[in-house]
C-alpha cells in the first residue's frame, strides 16, 4: 500500500457553492455555530448539501427581501461545512457550521430558487513584522480587559481566544462577538489585509471600551441609589419598631390617619357622610405615601376635618349694641341702620338665623363693605369678604372637581375653613360685575347658594358632599341692580344706600376721615386743624361725587405734602444746630452759613404761615412743633385749582335749554339738555353718546312739541318743514340712557321754539308719553342729592313719585320744593309760564 498525504479542507473546495441569504450578520471565518434556518427553499438546500459534500455558502442580504435573489446579496460571504443538522417540529432546521475561508461571488449560475453561483476563495494578505504582532498582542490584551468585565463572554470564549495562534482569525474571531453593527461587520469581511484588518477591531474594541466605562459607572450609581433606598427602608423600619416598643406613633402617615379619624369621629357623620369619609380614610390608610393619589386623598381629608360640621349655638346679641356699633361706625344713613336694626330684630325674635341674605344697593364709596363689617361686629360673628367682580368660572363658586390637578373648593367653603364656624357673615361684593364664559355663569352657580330652601344641602364639586350653609348671613353688594339676574334678585332683600350730601360728608370727614388719614400719614391731630368751610370747600370743590373715596385721597395728598414739609423743616433745623456748632469752632465757610441760611427751619415756618396755615410753636424732643390751619389758600396750593369752581353749577341761562336729573351707577347727576334750529332739511339729530331708550325719548319728545307748538303756541306747521333740529346733551363721551328724561327734552324743545329761558334753579326728571302724560321714574333719592348739589329749589317730578319723599331724608329735602305732575301742560306751566 502506497503512502497517502492529508489535504486540508479549504484546499479542496469547490468552485460552485449553494448560497444561503443571512438576514442577521455575516458569519466569520474559524467559527463553529449553530444557525437557525426556517426560509423552505434555504431548508432544501440544506437538505442537498447534506445529501452532497455539506458545503454550502453563507452571504449577508444587501438588499432585505422576502423572496431574494443573488442581486439582492453582498459579494463577499462565508463557505461552511454542516456538520450536523436537526430537524425542527415546525419545518425548519438547526444545524452545526464550521466555517472555512472567505469568498466572492464571480458568477450567478442560478440566480434564485435557489441562489448557486461561481466563486472565488479569498486568502488573507499577510505581513509577518513587528507590527503586526504588536496588533495581536494588543488585540488579546484589549479583548481580556472587556471579557472580564462582560458577563456576556464566556469562559469558553476567553479560551478560543487565547488557542487562536492566526492574526487574522483573531481578529475575525473578536469581529464576530464584539456588539458592531452588521455593516460594519461586513466590512471587516471583505478587507483581506490582516494589519488593516486587525485596526480596525481595535478601534472597535476601544468603543465598546467606552461603553463599558459608561455601563459601569451608571450601573454603580443605580447601586448607589438602591443601597441608599435599602439602608434608608431598614432604617424607618427600625425606628418604627423602637417607636412602637416605646407607645409612640410610628410613622407621619399613621400619624396624619390617627389625626384624621379622631378629628372626623368628633363629628359624629351619619349617612352618606359617614360612608364617604369611611371609605376616604380606608383608602388613605391602605395607599402608599408616594403614589400620585396620596396626596389627593390626603388634602381631601383635610378639607373635610377643617369644615365647621357641627350645629352653631344660639345667637347672643344686644339690639341696643347693635345700633349704637352701626352709630359708631357710620354717620347718617338713617334708613339703611333701621333697615338693618328691624332685620336684626327679626332674626332674634324668631331665633332663626336661615334664609338671611341682604343686598346693600349703592354708589363706589358710600360704605357698602364697611357696614356690612359693622353687622359682623354687632353680631359678634367672624367677617369673610370676597369679590366676585369679573368672576367667569363657575368653579370659583362652587369649586372644581378632584379629578383635575391642583382641584380645590369653592370661595363658600374656603371661606368656611378659614372662619371655622358655621354662622359667619359673608360678604359678596360687586355681585353686578360677574361675567359669563365657555367656563359656565357664576351668577346661576350663585343661585343654589343664595336660596333659603336649596343651600341647607349645599353641594361643591369639590367637596361631592351636602353641606348645610343655610347659617350663614350673606351681605352682597352691588353698585346697580341692572346687571343682577332677575331670579339672582328674587332672592335678596335689597337695601339702598345713596350718595352723601355735602353737610353729611362734612360730618364724616371730622369723624372718620380725617383722623384715619392723619395716622396713615403719621401725622398727629393737635398738628392739623381743618376748619368747617375747608372741609366743604374739598368736598363741594374736589369731591362732588356720591361717595366719600375721593374725599379722602383728597385729604390724604394734603396730609402727605405737610408731612413732607415738616420733615424737611426738622432735617432744616438739624443742619443749622450743626452749622452753628461749626461756626463756634471756625470749620465753616461764610459761603457754607448763608446757604444753610436760606435752607433754614425759619424761612420755612414763615413761607408756610405765608400760605394760610398758623404756626404754633413749642417745646419738642426733635426741635419744634406746628400746627397747620388749614384754609382755601392752602388747600388750593396742595390740590391745585378746584375741579368744581365755586359757584359753577350747571344751569339753563338762555332759551333752548333745561336742567334733567339722572340717575348712574356712581350715584345722581344733572344733565344739561340743549336745542337749536338751523334751517334746511326737516328733521331731528341727537347728539351727545346716547342710548337706545333716550334715542326713543327724544322723538317722543320732539311729537309731542311739535303738536303742542302748532295747536297751544301758534307756530306754523311749515316752520317744522324747513328747520334742521338738534338736540344735545354736552358730556359727550359719557354714555348716557334711560326714559327719564323725556320731559326735560321736551321743556328744552320748547324753549328754543319760544325763545323764552325756563325758570332759574329748576331741574326736572320724568317719563313723557306721546299723549303728555308724565310716568315715574327711579332713583329719587340719588336725584334729589344731585339737584341739591346743584343748589336747585325747585323740582319737578312725576306725580306717581310723591310715595318716594318719604324714603328721603328731610336734611336732603329741606330748602328744596318738590312739584309733582301728571301731565306735560303741568310741566310747561312750572318751567316757562305764560
Sequence with gaps: MSEQSVVPIDQILPHKLPLVALMGRPIFPGIFTPIMIGNPMDVKVIDD????????????????????TIIDLYKVGTAAKIVKKINLPDGGVNIFISTLKRFKIKKALNPANPIVGAVEYLDDEEDDTSEVKALTRALISEMKQISENNPLFSEEMRLNMINIDHPGKIADFIASILNIDKGEQQKILEVLNVRKRMEQVLVFIKKEQELLRIQKRIQKEINEKIEKSQRDYFLKEELKAIKTELGMTTDAKSSEYQRFKDKLDTFKFEGEIKEVVEQELEKFNLMDPNSGEFIITRNYLDTIANLPWSEPAPEHFDLKVAREVLENDHYGLKDVKSRIVEYLAVRKLKQDSKGSIVCLVGPPGVGKTSVGKSVAHALGKEFFRFSVGGMRDEAEIKGHRRTYIGAMPGKILQGLKIVKTKDPVFMIDEIDKMGVSFQGDPASALLEVLDPEQNNSFRDHYLDLPFDISHIFFIVTANTLDTIPHPLLDRMEIIQLPGYIDTEKLEIAKRYLVPKSLMKNGLKKNQVKYTRESLLYIANGYAREAGVRTFEKNLDKIHRKLAKQLVEAEEAAAAKANTRKQDKVGNISAEENQMLENAGVSQTISMVASEGAALEKGPKEKGIVEKFIIDKKLIEKH????????????????????????????????????????PGKEGLTLTGKMGDIMKESGAIAMTVVRKLGTERYGIDAAWFEKNHIHLHIPEGATPKDGPSAGITMATALLSMLRNKTITPKLVMTGELSLTGQVLPIGGLKEKTIAARRNKARHIIIPKQNLRDLDDIPDIVKKGIEFHPVERFEEVLALALPD
Aim: no cysteine; glycine share 14%.
Design 639 to 678: 390740590l391745585g385749582k378746584p375741579l368744581f369752581p365755586e359757584g359753577e353749577i350747571k344751569k339753563a341761562d338762555r332759551p333752548g335749554m333745561s336742567v334733567g336729573l339722572a340717575w348712574t351707577s356712581m350715584g345722581g347727576d344733572t344733565l344739561v339738555i340743549e336745542a337749536t334750529a338751523v
Design 49 to 68: 448539501a447534506v445529501a452532497r459534500d455539506g458545503l454550502i455558502g453563507l452571504v449577508m442580504l444587501a438588499n432585505e427581501s422576502e423572496s431574494p
